[in-house]
């Protein structure tokens, strides 16, 4: 049974950096897409940073690009999500999830949240200015 377990959110200044971590058990992780998607107060699903099995690199939202990383250590089963430059508008719950869709590219992950199936519990990032 897939289970998703996020953690590293926090008190974080605005400019500083966070990093997130996101255990993914039960499952063999690089067989599957995983991403993180936050939800901003007042906003709605936004996936930030997205990996595919069938892409050759990560898809970053416009927002993050250029700040936010995200990497994946398949023999830890960990996927991480490095926050730099944070900014106020970054603040938010981030949620790791994966899904098993093995032509779907990572954009298309981002841009449709609804095709993870399995989701963490969040993490909540709250951003000082």
């Known amino acids: 049974q897939l289970r998703i377990v996020e953690s590293g959110g926090g008190l974080v200044q605005a400019g500083g950096s966070l990093r997130l971590s996101c255990t993914v058990t039960?499952?063999?992780?690089?067989?599957?897409?995983t991403g993180w998607i936050r939800r901003a107060p007042g906003r709605g699903r936004e996936g930030v940073a997205c990996?595919?099995?069938?892409?050759?690199?990560?898809y970053y939202a416009d927002s993050v690009k250029g700040r936010f990383t995200i990497s994946r250590d398949n023999a830890k089963s960990t996927v991480y999500l490095q926050m730099n430059r944070v900014d106020p508008e970054d603040e938010g719950v981030y949620y790791c999830?994966?899904?098993?869709?093995?032509?779907?590219?990572?954009?298309?992950?981002?841009?449709?949240?609804?095709?993870?199936?399995?989701w963490g519990q969040g993490t909540q990032v709250t951003v000082s200015s």
């Open positions: 990996f595919s099995t069938s892409d050759n690199g990560p």
């Open positions: 999830a994966a899904g098993f869709l093995p032509n779907t590219s990572g954009e298309e992950m981002c841009r449709v949240t609804g095709h993870f199936g399995s």
């Open positions: 039960g499952v063999t992780l690089n067989q599957y897409s």
